[in-house]
């Protein structure tokens, strides 16, 4: 459950158009990085919106690659390969939110870390998984943090991914996001 000030921001972005939009991005639009960000991003948006929009496609278009973690195999995570696959772990949804800002003019960072969640799967990583990614994106002058990967869905207690957006997790205060993200670098703790 959101609390009351984020919940009424939620609400206020889903009024706003930005999140419609994007989640109704038509197919053949969805064919290269390019073309996506031209969709998500128009030229009338502001960096905030853009930021946003991006983030709500992300989050509902990819679905959390479970099987390939487990396994340790998994498939690139490249921008271009999780747009045609829509399959990612974190570092697939991260790149993939860092590569369309860009192209759409925004400045973004892939954060890399752990997080809580790497200790409370059902199952145990691979050892050539070594934590978790999110970004940072400059917003009016400041850094904010975000998870596209959290706010998709989460891992079960059977090891399934379950697909359910979370907004918590978009430009969520540092003051919260240092509870469950852990980054190597700390200054993007940004305490």
Same mark, same amino acid.
């Given at each position: ?15 706003? *158009?930005?999140?419609?939009? &994007? @989640?109704?991005?038509? &197919? ?7 073309? /996506?960000?031209?969709? @998500? ?13 991006? !983030? ?6 990819? &679905?959390?690659?479970?099987?390939? /973690? ?25 790149? /993939? $939110? ?22 409370? /799967?059902? !199952?145990? @990583? ?6 978790? *990614? ?6 009016? *002058? ?10 998709? *869905? ?6 399934? !991914?379950?697909?359910? $957006?979370?907004?918590?997790? +978009? ?7 240092? !509870?469950?993200? +852990? ?9």
């Amino acid at each position: 459950m959101l609390p009351a000030a984020l919940l009424g921001l939620a609400l206020a972005w889903a009024d706003s *158009g930005v999140d419609q939009r &994007a @989640l109704k991005a038509p &197919a053949a639009r969805e064919k290269s990085l390019d073309e /996506l960000s031209r969709y @998500l991003c128009p030229s009338d948006y502001s960096d905030e919106e853009k930021a946003r929009s991006i !983030f709500r496609w992300v989050a509902d278009r990819i &679905a959390y690659d479970v099987d390939g /973690l487990r396994q340790g195999q998994l498939p690139s995570q490249k921008p271009e390969d999780v747009l045609r696959t829509r399959r990612a772990v974190c570092e697939g949804y991260a790149r /993939l $939110y860092q590569d369309l800002a860009k192209r759409a003019g925004l400045d973004v960072t892939f954060v890399s870390g752990r997080s809580s969640f790497n200790d409370a /799967l059902p !199952f145990k @990583l691979p050892k050539n998984v070594a934590g978790h *990614g999110w970004n940072a994106v400059l917003l009016k *002058g400041r850094w904010r943090l975000l998870d596209v990967t959290w706010a998709a *869905g989460s891992v079960d207690a059977s090891a399934r !991914f379950q697909k359910s $957006y979370d907004d918590f997790w +978009f430009l969520t205060p540092p003051e919260k996001f240092v !509870f469950t993200h +852990f980054p190597k670098d700390s200054k993007w703790q940004m305490l």
